[in-house]
């Protein structure tokens, strides 16, 4: 009898003790989201706003670019009517100087095409740090362990509930607003 009631007190203590990690309260699982940055660049207003500024540069450097390649192109063609009437020396004069001014147009256009590429890069950056900033504060905020970038990790699945580029946008341009006001 002794043996029975020892059983059944082990028995009764593995039950119980079971019971009481069935019922222990369990860590919700780990929060992990994701953000379309490319998405946010192309929606928020600091993105916009720096890929309009990038615009304005771009058509100022056109606009350059469009009267270097018109005076190109008068020369040119004063150089195709008038160069039979010219002296040799004139002649070889003016071609070298069209020659030189051809040369100048294509280093300007290079120099603005760097120039530009390098100003994009700039903004990219500059908008990147922000955003890093901007989603360090939304993920601890919102409790996430992670948030991954959707366009650089490769994510095979993702629900529409782990998408937090819309959030990060309003917390940006929020953030961006503030900025402005200072």
């Known amino acids: 009898m002794r043996a029975s ?26 929060r992990i989201g994701y953000v379309d940055l490319q998405r946010v660049l192309v929606r928020s ?8 500024q990038l615009e304005r540069e771009k058509a100022q450097m056109q606009r350059e670019m469009d009267s270097k390649k018109q005076e190109v192109d008068k020369l040119r063609e004063d150089l195709e009517k008038k160069g039979s009437l010219l002296t040799a020396d004139t002649r070889r004069e003016r071609e070298e100087t069209l ?24 903004a990219l950056f500059r908008l990147q740090q922000d955003l890093v900033g901007v989603i360090e504060r939304l993920g601890k905020q919102r409790g996430y362990y992670m948030i991954l970038e959707r366009r650089g990790a490769v994510v095979l699945y993702a629900a529409p509930d782990a998408d937090l580029t819309d959030e990060v946008i309003r917390a940006y341009d929020q953030e961006a607003a503030t900025k402005g006001k200072k």
């Open 5 to 30: 009631l020892a059983a059944t007190s082990i028995l009764a203590a593995l039950l119980t003790g079971g019971a009481a990690l069935a019922q222990a309260p369990t860590a919700p699982p780990p």
């Open 45 to 52: 207003q600091p993105g916009v706003a720096a890929r309009a």
């Open 99 to 122: 020659e030189r001014k051809r040369r100048d147009t294509a280093r300007l256009a290079d120099d603005f095409q760097r120039d530009l590429a390098r100003k994009e890069q700039q």
